[in-house]
């Protein structure tokens, strides 16, 4: 077991090397957390070892953090037979008892919330000012709303029959949100009293660990949560496993649309006289559209346009990667977007002056440097505010010493058939792009195989309700960007998935009537 002084990693990490006139002091986070060297699988409430182990890294340092396990099909069966067995008393107690637990779980997650936040930032690289502020507090709200939701469930859908439990749910979740997103999926399912067993991204598996080790801190029955760690493998030996009654899965269209094959082409054994089918719900990619019309409030829309793309390194499914921007205000706000961006701190995530972080894994550092290749290649123009030598990918990424980094950037001259305007990136990289009319501005932003979110800026209350009308967008932001609440359903179209999460909506998909 190893006891981490965040202090002594914060002075081997990158700092920008295009540093301005003055600087900030560091502000290193000076909590300790203690990482065991390995852990095991949570399986029916007790630690399972496994023979097969992966390294899990520090994005920022490189650094090995622990060895964490990895799950095959079997292992996956031994959860699956906890999680079935725990069903038929979870899902018999009162709601109030269920209730409870959840309240439980989210205390202790506020009580744990320091100690959880260095954590995010050391294994997934994200500034330690939003662990801190943004992923750890929201997970901990996640928890509480769906403790009220638990014993109020005959009333969430009026009209309708009293609503049931599914049964045991797969969920597997990407490595950008990774406490988050473990919130975002066990809370409603545990409150409309079903079971879990999640397994959490490769890169990012120790705070759905620590979050095992509050369930059974808070006593929650043995197999009503299970966490199994592993890569795309243990993912698949989820999603195919037969005794599975639903799966939840946050990640990317690829896989996704994988997954959506997987289960439709399934022949699910019967089992207790019941054959339904294997229930499923996808949270996929997106490239959003950002609107700024010109009578915006240009300030307030540049700092939208900088939350909207940059936050969390641009490792956000809805991020606003695509601007469009009323022609006559474009130059402003361009002009106004790079003064904005070169005052963004790029460095050490454990620092608390630090803005943006580091990038999840040498993977998405080499996808991210890709496409920055293929915009100027295609003859986008890359804008590096900051930076010495505005036309390349090293002016994104050269200047560190170690760990990955991309400096915040901006292609500007885009076309809509530009790789960087149609694919996701999820990486610091914005495209800016142009329009005339609102009828243009709608064009062009619905011109994508996605639709996860959008975001509209603009004084004019009746544009924006046209406009945000005619979104193809599960989620329309209106002056503001990337404001999330668990009481407010996220979700997709088109290739952005379907289902939604958070909410009455998102309790639907965890109850059959
Ligand atoms: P990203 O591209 O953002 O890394 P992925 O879709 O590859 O997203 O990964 C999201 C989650 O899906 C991770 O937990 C990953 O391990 C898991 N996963 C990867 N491949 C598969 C698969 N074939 N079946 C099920 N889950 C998978």
């Not at 760690?229 to 599975?244: F, K, L, M, S, W």
């Not at 005339?436 to 959008?454: M, V």
Request: glycine share 8%; hydrophobic share 40%; with cysteine.
């Amino acid at each position: 077991m190893t006891t981490v002084d965040t202090k002594a990693s914060t002075r081997s990490a990158a700092a920008p090397s295009h540093a301005v006139p003055w600087d900030y002091a560091p502000a290193p986070e000076s909590v300790k957390v203690t990482i065991q060297d390995r852990y095991g699988l949570y399986i029916g409430g007790k630690w399972v070892a496994t023979n097969a182990t992966f390294d899990t890294v520090n994005p920022a340092t490189e650094q090995s953090l622990s060895q964490v396990a990895q799950a095959d099909a079997s292992h996956v069966d031994q959860a699956v037979a906890a999680a079935r067995s725990a069903f038929p008393v979870w899902a018999a107690l009162p709601g109030k008892e269920r209730g409870k637990y959840l309240f439980r779980i989210a205390r202790r997650i506020q009580e744990r919330a320091r100690e959880l936040a260095v954590l995010e930032t050391m294994d997934g690289g994200k500034p330690i000012k939003e662990s801190r502020d943004i992923d750890i507090p929201l997970a901990a709200a996640h928890f509480f709303y769906h403790a009220g939701w638990a014993d109020k469930l005959a009333y969430a859908f009026p009209g309708q029959a009293a609503p049931k439990p599914i049964g045991v749910c797969g969920q597997i979740i990407p490595w950008n949100f990774p406490l988050l997103m473990a919130a975002w999926k066990i809370a409603p399912a545990l409150a409309c009293g079903n079971t879990v067993v999640l397994k959490p991204a490769e890169t990012t598996s120790l705070t759905a660990l620590r979050l095992a080790e509050i369930c059974d801190e808070i006593g929650l029955p043995p197999g009503v949560v299970n966490i199994v760690t592993g890569d795309g493998r243990t993912g698949e030996a989820i999603v195919n496993h037969p005794y599975i009654d639903k799966i939840a899965f946050t990640g990317s269209t690829e896989i996704g649309k994988r997954i959506a094959r997987a289960v439709a082409e399934e022949q699910r054994p019967t089992q207790s006289g019941r054959t339904d089918a294997k229930r499923l719900t996808l949270e996929l990619g997106g490239k959003s559209p950002h609107i700024i019309f010109e009578d915006a409030s240009l300030d307030q829309a540049v700092e939208g346009i900088v939350q909207g793309i940059f936050f969390n390194q641009g490792h956000v499914c809805c991020a606003g990667s695509r601007l469009f921007v009323q022609e006559s205000v474009l130059d402003e706000t361009l002009e106004r977007l790079n003064r904005r961006m070169s005052t963004l701190r790029v460095g050490d995530p454990l620092d608390k002056n630090t803005d943006v972080g580091a990038i999840n894994s040498k993977q998405q550092f080499d996808t991210i440097t890709r496409y920055i290749d293929a915009g100027i290649a295609e003859g986008a123009e890359l804008c590096v505010p900051g930076s010495d030598n505005p036309s390349t990918v090293s002016s994104v990424t050269g200047g560190f010493d170690v760990g990955h980094f991309c400096r915040p950037c901006f292609f500007r001259n885009v076309q809509p058939s530009h790789r960087v305007a149609r694919e996701e990136i999820f990486g610091p990289v914005l495209a800016v792009l142009s329009f005339r009319t609102p009828e243009e501005a709608i064009q062009r932003a619905n011109n994508t195989r996605f639709g996860l979110a959008a975001g509209i800026w603009t004084d004019k209350g009746s544009k924006i309700f046209d406009m945000a009308a005619r979104l193809e967008a599960g989620v329309v932001w209106l002056n503001t960007y990337n404001r999330f609440d668990p009481t407010s359903p996220f979700g997709g179209y088109k290739e952005s998935g379907f289902g939604r999460e958070g909410g009455r909506h998102g309790l639907r998909a965890y109850v059959t009537t």
